[in-house]
């Protein structure tokens, strides 16, 4: 009945949901396109294989070792990875080409899911991190289709929501075929939440199963030489309310390191364009990436408008802060700059990454800053002495490596899914 009341009111909501649509298509014209996949029609799907499911770029990102894995080891296998946002699209086509079908995961309506299921006929269903849909997971059950939460995170803010329709997601999640989590106290909310004990494992974050490859790095080290000798401090994954307090930030860097770079990386590409103007408007030199051109010594900022470039920029820093923690959005993936071995910042709010940036700030790889003045001091102290910033990252590199093998762990469990 929960399920039945919770599709009809999905149902009675679908204009308005459609009017949203039309609302982010005006502001990102992408979402105009493809609508058809919203309805399980259309789409490059390919049946009798894998189906991988990764909301946005984040997850894309994430899943991409797995699904290169899965390839080599079974190729007789076609894979499809199914997205719900335009950035998401870009990035599995960027990271795949053509090497696996793509489509947008349908609206979460029975009718729908169960098209898609009928149409890509899965042997499989992988759904990264914490994308559960009620209607998804009940029509891969009705269709003997088993269904995996791969790298699966549970914030304690998450299991308090779900709490609250308790009704709806319990059926949901006893449901699940196997969930493979990232830490203990994470699996203890999925349990309290309905998952079977006996359907779950600790395999840690596939996250830390992260290496940089040897281009990336090449390419960093050229980039760096256009640029000059000069300190460069990157701020990544911004949201609305936080490049306001990283410009102030690095006004005051600026004071003290009179050549240093601000690299900018807005979260959201529809963002863009407002963050520019926020940089000019601080009266800040500023370079977009879009326009191809590298940063002069009069640039103070480099604005990261581009999508999939992210490691990249990274990989030329030499302190990374990491965004959505100023405001309480819960912080973004903390190990991709501690992988490169940099000291990272982070504010207040980091209760999606919770365990993960415990252990880098218990390793002094992580320090944590709530203002402008606080985070300015932070970058100037790394940037102004390379050992105390070289034993913070490298601090950093430690805690990444100590933690590998969550990958292998979670393609063991998929492999006795598929039973070959």
């Known amino acids: 009945m929960p399920r039945f009341l919770y599709s009809l009111i999905f149902t009675l909501c679908l204009p308005l949901i459609l009017a949203r649509l039309l609302y982010r298509a005006w502001r990102a014209p992408a979402y105009a396109r493809r609508w058809r ?22 997850e894309s990102i994430a899943a991409a070792p797995m699904v290169r894995e899965l390839r080599q080891r079974h190729p007789q296998l076609p894979i499809t990875v199914t997205c719900m946002t335009p950035t998401g699209s870009e990035q599995i086509r960027k990271l795949f080409g053509d090497d696996v079908g793509h489509a947008y995961l349908p609206y979460d309506l029975p009718w729908l899911q169960r098209r898609l299921i009928r149409r890509l006929q899965p042997r499989i269903a992988i ?4 994308e559960l849909w009620p209607n998804l997971v009940a029509e891969c059950k009705r269709a003997g289709v088993p269904v995996v939460l791969a790298n699966a995170r549970l914030s304690a803010r998450s299991a308090r929501g779900y709490q609250r329709v308790i009704a709806l997601v319990r059926p949901m999640f006893a449901a699940l ?68 307090i990283v410009l102030a930030a690095h006004r005051q860097v600026l004071q003290r390191h009179p050549e240093a770079l601000l690299i900018l990386v807005p979260r959201h590409p529809e963002r863009f364009d407002a963050v520019a103007r926020q ?6 030199g500023m370079v977009r990436r879009s326009a191809g051109n590298m940063p002069a010594m009069a640039d103070q900022v480099l604005l990261g408008d581009t999508m999939g470039e992210l490691m990249q920029f990274y990989a030329c820093a030499d302190v990374a802060f990491v965004g959505g923690s100023l405001i309480p959005g819960g912080g973004h993936n903390y190990l991709e700059p501690a992988a490169l071995g940099l ?10 990454f919770a365990e993960i940036s415990d252990l880098l700030e218990q390793a002094g790889a992580l320090a944590e800053v709530a ?21 913070a990252g490298a601090a950093g590199q430690a805690v990444v490596a100590a933690n590998q093998g969550a990958l292998e762990r979670l393609l063991q469990g998929i492999t006795r899914l598929l039973g070959s």
């Open 127 to 130: 759904i990264m991190e914490t």
């Open 37 to 58: 996949e919203r309805f399980a029609l259309g789409g490059d799907l390919r049946a009798g294989g894998i189906w991988v499911h990764a909301v946005s770029v984040g």
């Open 343 to 352: 000291p990272v910042l982070s504010g207040p709010h980091r209760f999606n």
């Open 371 to 391: 203002d402008a003045p606080a985070m300015a001091e932070r970058a100037n102290a790394w940037l102004g002495d390379q050992s105390s910033a070289h034993r």
């Open 177 to 244: 075929d196997w969930v493979a989590v990232q830490t203990a106290a994470e699996a203890e909310r999925f349990i309290a939440l309905g998952v079977r004990q006996s359907a779950l494992a600790v395999t840690g974050s596939i996250k830390f199963d992260l290496k940089p490859g040897a281009e990336l790095l090449a390419t960093a080290e050229q980039w760096r030489a256009q640029w000059g000798e000069r300190p460069v401090w990157i701020a990544a994954s911004t949201h609305g309310g936080e490049d306001e």
């Open 279 to 284: 940089i000019e408007n601080a009266g800040l």
